[in-house]
């Protein structure tokens, strides 16, 4: 019994003075991982088909978490970056911002087109129900994708004709359909080819992380 008792006290004493194992802090490549593998998944939403509603959003939530996570240029940790890694961030920082501008003029495009057809339809002499809906859903469907292509164009162009053959339409109505119709078939939005350089962007980090090892 003696034996006994001994034994568990030398287990209750050795168990007593025991130290957790402590855990390992997590360094800034860690924590540029983390933030990378977050917006990888929310860029995997971002589709070539829609990219006309779902990519500046992607592109704020991306640039305000690199600002919150200080790896933005003027974060509290971007200095104690390696230059690679500075550069590659910098790099997805003025795409993302140069396309969130693109994506807006484009909007600006859409949105003129759209309050022209409003002011039409407020006149006296209104455009059919026929033909603005055509033109309307044809500049929708067209920007979408934030391409714009040649038979697209074809489509727009029509619509826009019916519209403002209209007998009585305000001329100053015709003449903004006429030039927002124009300035729109020759933008672009943000597309595939646009998404690519983002993606681009985003393994260039992950390259510069992967040699950081």
Known sequence: MRRIAVAVAVVLFCGAGAV???????????MVKDWLALAGKDFKRVKTTDTFVTFS?????TLNTMEAAGIDSGGHVFSSLSVDLQNALTKLVTDLNTLKDKQSNFSKLVTNVEDDLRDAARTGTPPTIEVSTVLAYGVYNAAFDGIID??????ITAANTAVVATAGLDPKIVS???????????GSGVNKLDLTTIKNDLAGIAAVLKLMK
């Open 20 to 30: 957790p194992a402590a855990t390992k802090a997590q360094t800034v490549p860690d």
């Open 57 to 61: 959003p992607f592109a704020s939530r």
């Open 150 to 155: 040649d038979k697209e164009k074809a489509a």
């Open 176 to 186: 903004a359909l006429n030039s927002d119709v124009s300035s729109l078939v020759a």
